[in-house]
């Protein structure tokens, strides 16, 4: 009997023997390549993005170097004169920047209150089930074509725009504007509304035991602590404004001038994206036309860039202050 229960003792350790612990030189070299090879393949994957990045400011910057070498740029920024085709022509670009600044100033006016006021709301207010209802029914605005909306623009709000208010033209800077701060909203509501909600429940908690109102919690204690998300929110808001060419395209009205009166956003102004989709097409490529369309294009990239830079830093701000990094 002892016997027997040695020999069924024994089994499992012959059989566990079989599974050698120490791998061959062959097994050994396979997992190490397979290692660095999936190293490798996980990195090119990742950094392909960031190539992509670097390949379009190469590309950019070398068509428009053509045009940086031979024209003053002091002047390409601050003249008002756009004429490229004519028999003199001229490369001011200063409208142009100008018709930007308008209509992204004026959609931001529009979306940051509605934004920040939506986040407030979805965070703090409403319960629970009805934000998992409206919060995605906001972020359709942003599946939605710009095309579709400058047709909206163009073919609805123009038209009683100019019946209702008098205006000459209903495709101006305040129909792009508006448009703009509808398009800007997904941006500002998911960012601030993801900046507010991290704000821990010990802060709100602490205000109403000190025996502040629902309303002094929020704009004293929540808003004020997550003030770096929030405006990071409006940065990356303003660069979908900055960014957008159909809407502007469509619906500004594309006249190269500086509104007179300055605060009149009635008249039509053009924009960098606008120019560049709408003459690109028809532009003969090496012409001084071509390289200025690309010198445009990259103001318009440093500007991006510079705001993606500045919304960087405030999203990492945000996160150390609450104890994320």
Do not use: C
């Amino acid at each position: 009997m002892e016997n027997t229960i040695t020999n069924r003792e024994a089994e499992p350790v012959a059989e566990s023997n079989d599974l050698s612990l120490v791998l061959t030189p062959l097994e050994d070299l396979r997992g190490f390549l397979f290692h660095h090879l999936g190293r490798l393949l996980l990195f090119l994957i990742t950094s392909s993005s960031v190539i992509a990045v670097f390949l379009i400011f190469f590309f950019v910057i070398r068509e428009a170097m053509p045009f940086i070498k031979e024209h003053d740029l002091i002047k390409f920024l601050t003249s008002k004169q756009w004429y490229p085709e004519a028999d003199t022509p001229k490369f001011g670009a200063l409208s142009m920047i100008v018709g930007s600044a308008y209509v992204t100033v004026a959609s931001l006016i529009f979306a940051v209150p509605v934004g920040i006021l939506a986040a407030v709301f979805l965070s703090d207010i409403v319960s629970f089930r009805i934000r998992e209802i409206v919060k995605p029914v906001i972020e359709i605005l942003a599946a939605i074509p710009s095309v579709a909306y400058g047709f909206f623009a163009v073919l609805v709000l123009a038209p009683w725009l100019q019946n209702k208010f008098g205006f000459t033209t209903g495709t101006n800077a305040l129909n792009a504007s508006i448009i703009l701060s509808i398009m800007a909203l997904p941006t500002i509501i998911s960012v601030a509304e993801d900046s507010i909600s991290t704000v821990g429940r010990e802060l709100r908690e602490a205000s109403y035991g000190l025996g502040a109102t629902r309303f002094e919690t929020i704009f004293k204690v929540v808003l004020p602590t997550a003030h770096s998300g929030i405006i990071a929110a409006v940065i990356l808001g303003m660069m979908r404004a900055i960014g957008e060419t159909m809407v502007v395209w469509m619906a500004s009205g594309n006249a190269a001038q500086i509104p007179a009166p300055w605060w009149n956003l009635s008249q039509s102004v053009r924009t960098m994206t606008a120019s560049i989709a709408g003459e690109m097409g028809e532009t003969v490529k090496g012409s001084d036309h071509y390289y200025s369309l690309f010198a445009t294009g990259v103001l318009l990239l440093i500007l991006i860039f510079t705001l993606n830079l500045i919304s960087e830093y405030f999203l990492v701000s945000a996160k150390k202050k609450l104890g994320k990094i």
